[in-house]
């Protein structure tokens, strides 16, 4: 080991030496910077999945293999708080697609009908329908200059052209009929409530927006995807219950951008629709694990803090503790402090996530910093739980910009903040495998 420590001291010195001879020493010549390589993507190397606030989905299954129950779970990571009934008999607006130019609705095995009603017809109103159809008809909507214009189309029936509007609202009999919507390449299928069809028009463009409005209490919640259905009954009735208690504080306003009280994706809760009651042998397990949250009706097991809902942030795993949320977002509630999550650490609970590797190509880091390019960057602070809070990019020109940790992992896609590679790992043209970044002289050296 000295001998090595003695070669590899050595080799730098050589290379700070030969570095010195060609630097020219008189004034009349050029810029002697010598020219500043450029990496073709940084290695990231950390733990964990998700912004790291509130319940850890990882955790919670964790906990649950270990026979907690669902209320020791959430007691745990929302200290403080109460799982108390609270009444949920509320509609929810759900978006099911956003900026699409159009989108397509059929019958699930063509059994069958499906009714039109011109504009964007309340869920609790009950109109004339502007035309009842059989179930072989696939309804194709499209956005066109800030209106919508349907075109039904069927192996038996011909249709005269519609006039175009501003919304659509489709409904159909959920005991008899299930919809698909295919949206581009992918297609879901839905059994409950109406499907609104809006064109939305901003100062850029217009575009189309997809609603499905159904009941919070059963009917959405039987269609999220957040986890497996496999796992444990305690797991998933926590989620359950931070779930519905997250969409309870988004029913206050329809935001204009996708004409919605929540999105259906990881920007809010991941909404599948029927496909997640209609899983193979586990799709059950999670409709029975919503249903026992049930208190009567019209109300359900909600996660309070003095009689009223709270902000029930979750996410998948962590990097071994729960964040703080103040470090992550600035903001500061009583039971959203970090808690120890060692599950999330263990391979055979978090497969995917225990430790995780990435490497982020030149062009993504030098759009997440808005530099020309990135040559090197520096992780300038930490949480208390070890994740990045502060990161700054350096460009080939001197020229430096500073990200918060959770901006920068969202801009390049990291799964978290928990990186453990706290030095720079790049990898050069000339070589395939990464090295770290010395800077010295503004020249990224690679020493092995």
Not at 93 to 102: F, Q, T
Not at 322 to 339: A, C
Not at 432 to 437: K, S
Request: hydrophobic share 40%; proline share 6%; charged share 15%.
């Amino acid at each position: 080991m000295k001998y090595r420590a003695h070669f590899l001291g050595s080799r730098v010195l050589a290379l700070a030496l030969a570095v010195l001879m060609i630097l020219p020493t008189s004034n009349s010549f050029a810029d002697p910077t010598p020219q500043i390589r450029i990496p073709l993507d940084f290695r990231f190397i950390g733990s964990g999945y998700g912004h790291g606030v509130g319940m850890s989905q990882i955790g919670a299954r964790g906990q649950a293999l270990e026979g907690k129950s669902a209320l020791e779970i959430l007691n745990y990571y929302y200290p403080g708080t109460s799982v108390t009934p609270y009444p949920d008999n509320e509609l929810i607006r759900v978006n099911i697609a956003n900026l699409a130019n159009s989108v397509s609705l059929s019958v699930v095995g063509g059994k069958g009908q499906i009714r039109l009603y011109q504009g964007d017809i309340p869920a609790t109103e009950n109109p004339e329908p502007f035309g009842t159809y059989l179930g072989d008809t696939t309804a194709l909507f499209s956005n066109f200059a800030g209106a919508v214009v349907p075109l039904l189309s069927s192996p038996t029936t011909k249709f005269a052209p519609f006039t175009p509007a501003s919304a659509w609202t489709i409904r159909w009999d959920s005991a008899t009929t299930t919809v698909a919507l295919t949206n581009g390449t992918e297609t879901a299928q839905y059994r409950y409530g109406q499907i609104v069809f809006k064109s939305v028009t901003n100062l850029v463009t217009s575009y189309l927006a997809v609603t499905n409005t159904l009941r919070l209490h059963d009917e959405y919640l039987w269609g999220l995807g957040e986890v497996p259905s496999s796992w444990p009954a305690a797991a998933l009735e926590a989620q359950v219950i931070a779930a519905r208690t997250y969409a309870l504080g988004k029913l206050s306003k329809i935001r204009i951008e996708c004409d919605c009280n929540i999105y259906n994706s990881t920007a809010d809760q991941n909404f599948v629709g029927y496909a997640k009651e209609t899983e193979a042998i586990y799709g059950i397990k999670w409709k029975e694990a919503v249903n026992r949250t049930f208190v009567d009706e019209n109300n359900s097991l909600v996660i309070t803090l003095d009689g009223k809902f709270i902000n029930s942030f979750y996410f998948s795993s962590s990097g071994g503790n729960t964040q703080n949320i103040s470090e992550v977002w600035g903001s500061s509630f009583s039971y959203l402090q970090g808690v120890p999550d060692p599950w999330s650490l263990d391979p055979l609970i978090n497969r995917r996530y225990a430790v995780w590797s990435r490497f982020i190509p030149q062009e993504t880091m030098a759009l997440a910093f808005a530099l020309p390019n990135v040559v090197s960057f520096s992780i300038n602070s930490l949480s208390a739980t070890g994740s990045v809070t502060s990161i700054t990019g350096f460009s080939s020109t001197g020229v430096s910009v500073t990200l918060t940790g959770e901006v920068f992992r969202a801009r390049v896609k990291l799964p978290s903040t928990w990186i453990l590679n706290k030095k720079p790992y790049a990898r050069f043209p000339e070589r395939a495998t990464e090295c770290p970044l010395i800077i010295s002289v503004k020249i990224p050296t690679c020493l092995y």
